[in-house]
């Protein structure tokens, strides 16, 4: 088996919310936080969540790609760092709508934009909206979830940009 890319996988415990015939739905945000800020058991408590996420790029609308909403502590919990700028901080996770940033995975600034290194700072379109990158996650770092990757992380309190409708 394939230890997950992550600081301590080993120590690492995932937190579900199931019903009574086992059906799992994720926690909603303001539980999220009330786990996160009344925790004395964790060393941390991050949050994430997967999604789909649209793309145009220079104008030019690209297929979704896998994607992840981000709470600001994700990577610092995880302990992976960027291997190019910086990851998502908790100061880009405070208020809804105000940090249109996201960090891209490493084959995906291969892929998309030939490894790029002026890539920090640019500003691509997610959903319709403009985002702009602040960061580039190491090429070993995949996500969470063994057997798939993710292209793009967003902080969670751009949700309604990212997810319209919702």
């Known amino acids: 088996l394939k230890m997950l890319p992550v600081k301590n996988p080993e120590q690492l415990v ?5 019903d009574s015939r086992a059906t799992v739905t994720p926690f909603g945000y303001h539980t999220y936080k009330q786990f996160r800020d009344q925790n004395q058991v964790f060393s941390g408590l991050p949050a994430y969540h997967p999604l789909r996420l649209t793309v145009s790029v220079d104008g030019q609308p690209e297929p979704a790609v896998p994607g992840q909403l981000v709470s600001g502590n994700y990577y610092s919990v995880l302990g992976v760092n960027a291997a190019l700028g910086r990851t998502i901080l908790p100061e880009d996770d405070r208020a809804p709508s105000e940090s249109p940033v996201c960090v891209i995975s490493y084959n995906d600034w291969q892929r ?12 691509i379109h997610l959903s319709g909206a403009p985002f ?3 960061g580039v996650t190491r090429p070993e770092f995949f996500g969470l979830e063994v057997g798939s990757s993710l ?5 969670l309190t751009m949700q309604t940009q990212v997810m319209p409708g919702i």
């Open 14 to 18: 995932l937190l579900r919310h199931a």
């Open 112 to 123: 998309r934009f030939a490894g790029d290194p002026d890539i920090v700072g640019k500003i």
């Open 132 to 134: 702009t990158i602040i």
């Open 151 to 155: 292209d793009i992380s967003v902080p």
